[in-house]
């Protein structure tokens, strides 16, 4: 100990320049267009060796995983930290007691964190502004925390979230996880049947809402859409309404309570436990769309979650102390759940949240915000890099983005043409572009770089530290490089889903069951021989538009419920802007007539069904429909079709 101190007292290290920090992977020359990191990342970077870390995750990857959850702090420690002896049905952090919320909040109180910002968050109309330091936060959540209580929620009850994108989400959230509650969000811009759909199927005994939101200048009337939508849901014994726009709404004596008259009761005052959980006790589920049928609930615990959130946004993100992160994304979506939430908050980093959207009231809407915010890491989605650069380079150089020093992508594969822009216009040629690929499913990044990796437009990257992803073909053998095929993780990793809540047949048939051992992502793509994989898109029936996932079922359902409609088809095909739009094909009752008029009615049927996103680019009325002879819609043939494209097998085809 003592030769240690002195030695180096004796001889200080001085240099003339910074280390020289060289990322393994810069060695290696790069195939195709490669955009190597500049010295001044690397030496910002908190990461400098890639390759180091990799290798060391790949040979032990409990090992990393234990020093990343030891970073953070626990009420009891774990006694092993991955259990796989019921494949695939993993545990993380066995035997552990902790809650999320408090390392995402009760911890950031005991040091200087408590005056840091937390959350800010800015209106669409640019008119208000709130922000809340780690100290503020945790007063509103034990608020709201303490508000959810009185309505009788206890450990393990699911509360459904249903609001725009204002803070009281976000306490929302945090309040019931704070009390060991499930909170299961749905996003703002989802209609009455989805609405309803998913209060249902989590038995939810409260609703957490607004009176309404602002879309584009508009009034979204959310508490209605809630009335609705209860109407099929008679379990739902509460509901508590947060005042944003302040319009008229219903409020049905003993079942609505308006937020801010709760607040002044007694109820709310005085302190809120956060409550022990164990490391795998339920956070939360979040419904997605899958290959068929309604959407599921993918459930996520607070112990792994809470490692995998935490650790991905440290390494990609490199969030630093005085960084300003903003995730464009809603809260809504796992994106939000994940990056403006927990990820931030578990860092004790500053989240900014925004009300509106990328144009309104005009296109350099964004780029105000950057600049008035000095937002320094800036995640949104290719869909709206694509908009917004439709509007041309004039309306984000009329701003100073100066502060931004790192982009991010996610939600759909980015065109490179797009990165370039981004990368140019946004970035200046000099920010490295994160392109994060990931799932509601995996909680957390999973395919992505972090910023010493050197970038191609599109891919992204390399598997995260302890994910190994593999390409495979029908039959699980490995295909060769700049081959597309399935992708899957071989790996299992924290933040993975625990079940589909109340459904794990579902769950191993779903993600485990076509290649034994591997989990199955639902995606194609390539790998090409520098490793770098390139995501393709959806093999199963999920669409994704402009970057939300959707399900092919969810429109068909929508379009059979109107009376015309005897039977409906709905696929995917590209799109300029939203990467992929909705294409639909009806067959009509008998006696109804085909009209531009009654195609119009129909896509705003789907709108007003399940919300404005799932609106099809376009109704085509078909005589027939291509199916297979046990009567299942073959939707590849009409894809085929509907791009000219050669049909291939077609041998089930019932014709
Ligand atoms: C797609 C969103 C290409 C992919 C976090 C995946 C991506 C689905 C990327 C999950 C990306 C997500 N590049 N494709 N960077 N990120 N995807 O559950 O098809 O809404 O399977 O999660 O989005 O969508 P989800």
Same mark, same amino acid.
């Given at each position: 100990m003592a030769t240690k101190t002195k030695s180096k007292v004796a001889k200080p290290v001085r240099r003339a320049s910074p280390p020289k920090a060289r990322p393994v992977a810069k060695a290696r020359k790069l195939s195709g267009e490669v955009y190597y990191p500049s010295k001044k990342v690397i030496e910002q970077a908190r990461l400098k060796d890639w390759d180091k870390l990799a290798k060391s995750a790949k040979k032990d990857l409990r090992g990393f995983w234990e020093a990343e959850a030891n970073e953070l702090e626990w009420f009891g420690k774990w006694k092993k930290v991955l259990d796989d002896s019921k494949k695939p049905f993993y545990k993380w952090f066995t035997g552990a007691k902790v809650n999320i919320v408090h390392n995402a909040v009760d911890r950031h109180l005991k040091s200087y964190r408590k005056n840091k910002l937390a959350l800010i968050w800015e209106s669409e109309d640019g008119k208000d502004h709130r922000s809340f330091s780690y100290f503020g936060l945790n007063r509103q959540v034990v608020r709201m925390a303490n508000v959810i209580k009185s309505m009788g929620v206890k450990k393990g009850d699911r509360v459904t979230i249903y609001m725009g994108r204002i803070p009281e989400i976000v306490f929302a959230m945090l309040a019931c996880a704070k009390i060991g509650a499930i909170h299961s969000v749905v996003f703002g811009g989802f209609s009455v049947d989805s609405l309803a759909g998913r209060i249902e199927d989590s038995k939810s005994k409260l609703v957490i809402t607004c009176d309404g939101s602002f879309q584009n200048g508009k009034i979204v009337q959310l508490k209605s859409i809630v009335d609705d939508s209860l109407k099929r849901c008679p379990a739902v014994e509460n509901v508590i309404v947060v005042k944003r726009v302040g319009n008229e709404v219903n409020m049905e004596t003993g079942r609505d309570h308006w937020y801010h008259e709760l607040l002044e009761t007694p109820i709310a005052d005085g302190k809120c436990e956060t409550v022990q959980m164990d490391?795998?006790? $339920?956070l939360f589920i979040l419904y997605t769309s899958g290959s068929t049928g309604k959407p599921k609930a993918i459930l996520h615990t607070h112990g792994g979650y809470m490692v995998g959130t935490y650790s991905t946004l440290k390494y990609v993100f490199d969030i630093q102390d005085d960084d300003r992160w903003w995730c464009t994304a809603d809260p809504g979506w796992i994106t939000g759940h994940s990056y403006i939430v927990y990820g931030p908050m578990l860092n004790g980093a500053t989240s900014f949240l925004f009300?509106?959207?990328?144009?309104?009231?005009? $296109?350099?809407r964004w780029w105000q915000v950057i600049e008035r915010y000095g937002i320094t890491i800036f995640y949104t989605a290719p869909t709206a890099i694509r908009g917004l650069m439709r509007f041309g380079d004039s309306w984000p150089s009329k701003h100073d983005l100066s502060s931004l020093r790192l982009l991010g992508t996610v939600g759909e594969p980015i065109n490179p043409e797009a990165w370039r822009w981004y990368h140019r216009v946004i970035g200046g040629e000099k920010l490295p572009i994160m392109d994060t690929w990931w799932q509601t499913e995996t909680g957390a990044f999973m395919i992505t770089p972090t910023p010493v990796v050197p970038l191609k437009p599109g891919s992204g990257t390399r598997p995260f530290f302890g994910q190994e992803a593999e390409i495979v073909d029908e039959q699980g053998k490995t295909v060769g490089d700049d081959t597309e095929g399935y992708l899957v993780l071989k790996n299992p990793w924290p933040a993975m889903l625990r079940t589909i809540y109340g459904d794990d047949e579902r769950y191993v048939t779903q993600y485990w069951s076509k290649y034994p051992g591997k989990y199955t992502t639902g995606d194609s793509a390539k790998r090409d021989k520098d490793g770098y994989f390139w995501i393709i898109g959806r093999v199963d029936d999920v669409i994704k538009v402009s970057g939300h996932r959707l399900g092919t079922a969810e429109v068909e359902s929508a379009l059979v419920s109107h009376p015309a409609v005897a039977e409906a088809a709905a696929i995917g095909l590209p799109h300029e802007i939203k990467g992929q739009g909705i294409y639909t094909f009806v067959l009509l009752r008998a006696g109804k007539v085909a009209s531009a008029e009654l195609a119009e009615e129909l896509r705003q049927h789907v709108a007003t069904h399940i919300g404005p996103i799932a609106r099809p680019e376009e109704v085509r009325f078909v005589d027939k429909l291509p199916k297979?002879?046990?009567?299942?819609?073959m939707r590849r043939v009409l894809k085929a079709r509907a791009q000219g494209l050669p049909e291939g097998d077609i041998s089930t085809l019932e014709e």
């Open positions: 490391a795998e006790d $339920p009300e509106g959207g990328p144009s309104y009231p005009e $296109p350099n297979t002879r046990s009567g299942k819609i």
